[in-house]
């Protein structure tokens, strides 16, 4: 059994859980998506702490957003030093509105690798 390196707590997954602690490549995804879903400038003190990914779904979907979306999540995977990135996937989806991300990082000192996906859907 892998010694559980990093050690937190979240309440977003308790309905489905029933724990607020999180471990290892759970937290360091939880802290990745907080990361990515803060607006830039919302966290007190960090005004560069978020990404502009939270305020774009209202923009129409073309390819400067996707490449924003893009810059904006390899910022953030290359910000966190627990994870490398290995591979990062942004396809837009024009039927429906949406951007499917997908990032195969590298956790350093788990010494693995995982998967994370996103869905951003757009209203604009």
């Given at each position: 059994?892998?010694?559980?390196?990093?050690?937190?707590?979240?309440?977003?997954?308790?309905?489905?859980?029933?724990?607020?602690?999180?471990?290892?490549?759970?937290?360091?995804?939880?802290?990745?998506?907080?990361?990515?879903?803060?607006?830039?400038?919302?966290?007190?003190?960090?005004?560069?702490?978020?990404?502009?990914?939270?305020?774009?779904?209202?923009?129409?979907?073309?390819?400067?957003?996707?490449?924003?979306?893009?810059?904006?999540?390899?910022?953030?995977?290359?910000?966190?030093?627990?994870?490398?990135?290995?591979?990062?996937?942004?396809?837009?989806?024009?039927?429906?509105n949406s951007i499917q991300a997908n990032a195969q990082l590298w956790y350093i000192e788990l010494n693995l690798s995982d998967t994370i996906e996103l869905?951003?859907?757009?209203?604009?």
């Amino acid at each position: 059994m892998q010694k559980n390196i990093y050690r937190g707590y979240n309440s977003w997954e308790f309905e489905k859980s029933k724990s607020f602690k999180l471990n290892n490549i759970d937290l360091v995804k939880s802290d990745l998506l907080n990361h990515i879903f803060t607006k830039k400038g919302e966290r007190v003190m960090m005004p560069n702490w978020g990404t502009q990914i939270p305020e774009m779904v209202f923009e129409p979907l073309n390819e400067d957003t996707v490449d924003v979306v893009y810059d904006e999540l390899e910022y953030v995977f290359n910000y966190d030093p627990r994870v490398d990135i290995q591979k990062l996937k942004v396809t837009p989806n024009y039927t429906t509105n949406s951007i499917q991300a997908n990032a195969q990082l590298w956790y350093i000192e788990l010494n693995l690798s995982d998967t994370i996906e996103l869905n951003i859907e757009f209203g604009g």
